[in-house]
């Protein structure tokens, strides 16, 4: 491998706009497996809040299943967005120079995302524990629903912080909660 990227650098020393190119394509490919490293943790967040709901099936607890049903749709639609997400950004992934201070807020963004999602796995585990009562299961199904929008969140301004990079433009600052 390396004596591949070394063919590889040493092509986009004499092409000129090739090492941009290739810069660009690992930004992509770096971004593509970052949200689908966090859409698979997703979806393995849905297991517990899957097993609580056929608990309280078996058990005739019907009427409280709304509640975790709601979260449960909710991580699915976050899940897709952060699966299918277009990595179009226009100006991110654009043939424009990437500053140091561009990359370092799309980092930043991202150790969000993944602290956003371990938070919500955690209130994930914690559903079942929490869930012997209906008030209980309410109030953790309250949690779990604001860890989902909150991620949600954490993920639109991500997006557009990177839609809003171009030449020589730093801003895409984030503004966690």
């Known amino acids: 491998m390396s004596d591949q990227r070394n063919w590889l650098e040493r092509l986009g020393d004499k092409i000129p706009g ?13 971004d593509k497996l970052h949200r689908e490293h966090l859409a698979e943790r997703l979806r393995a967040a849905k ?4 097993d609580v709901m056929r608990e309280l ?7 409280e299943v709304g509640p975790v049903d709601r979260v ?9 967005r952060v699966r299918f997400a ?19 807020r799309i ?6 995302l993944v602290e956003k999602v371990e938070a919500f796995e955690r209130h994930a585990r914690e559903l079942s524990s929490k869930g012997s009562t209906a008030d209980g299961l309410k109030a953790a199904a309250s949690e779990l629903e604001r860890a989902a929008d909150d991620l949600n969140q954490t993920f639109d301004q991500r997006y557009r912080a990177i839609e809003t990079f171009g030449p020589d433009n730093t801003q895409g600052q984030p503004m966690f909660s």
């Open 47 to 50: 297991q517990p809040l899957n």
């Open 107 to 112: 980092y930043q963004f991202d150790l969000a």
């Open 57 to 63: 099936s078996s058990t005739g607890r019907l009427f």
């Open 18 to 30: 090739y090492s941009g190119y290739v810069a660009k394509e690992r930004r992509r490919d770096a």
């Open 86 to 104: 277009t990595y179009g950004y226009a100006g991110f992934f654009d043939a424009v120079k990437i500053e140091e201070p561009q990359l370092d």
């Open 72 to 80: 449960l749709k909710k991580l699915d639609q976050i899940e897709n």
